[in-house]
């Protein structure tokens, strides 16, 4: 599998970004899908969580009500939806795809994309 990240930015505190995650090579369906984030000088966090064939998702209490994750089955992707944009969401945020079941931490996941910026100005 390979994830294919794209929609960081610069934004001003308050605003809103979209992150998409495009999914190819062996299908996704049973696969949860990730996104982490890691700041400069900091450890990669968990940030949010969807089952790929079901409506669960799971947020970290960062960003729990600001931050919605999506998925489209028929187009391979999932989407992270960032709003209320505060500075220190400011971190390279990675997609990720793992077959254990489980969400929350690196080792659940099997495959990685490149990392996008996202960067939040006060």
């Known amino acids: 599998v390979q994830l294919q990240a794209s929609g960081g930015g610069l934004v001003q505190a308050g605003g809103s970004l979209s992150l998409s995650c495009a999914a190819s090579?062996?299908?996704?369906?049973?696969?949860?899908m990730g996104w982490f984030r890691q700041a400069p000088g900091k450890e990669r966090e968990f940030v949010a969580a969807?089952?790929?064939?079901?409506?669960?998702?799971y947020y970290a209490d960062s960003v729990k009500g600001r931050f919605t994750i999506s998925r489209d089955n028929a187009k391979n992707t999932v989407a992270l939806q960032m709003n209320s944009l505060k500075p220190e969401d400011t971190a390279v945020y990675y997609c990720?795809?793992?077959?254990?079941?489980?969400?929350?931490?690196?080792?659940?996941?099997?495959?990685w994309g490149q990392g996008t910026q996202v960067t939040v100005s006060s």
């Open positions: 990720a795809a793992g077959l254990r079941g489980w969400y929350r931490r690196e080792s659940d996941y099997d495959y």
């Open positions: 969807i089952y790929w064939s079901g409506d669960s998702t």
């Open positions: 090579g062996r299908t996704a369906s049973s696969y949860v």
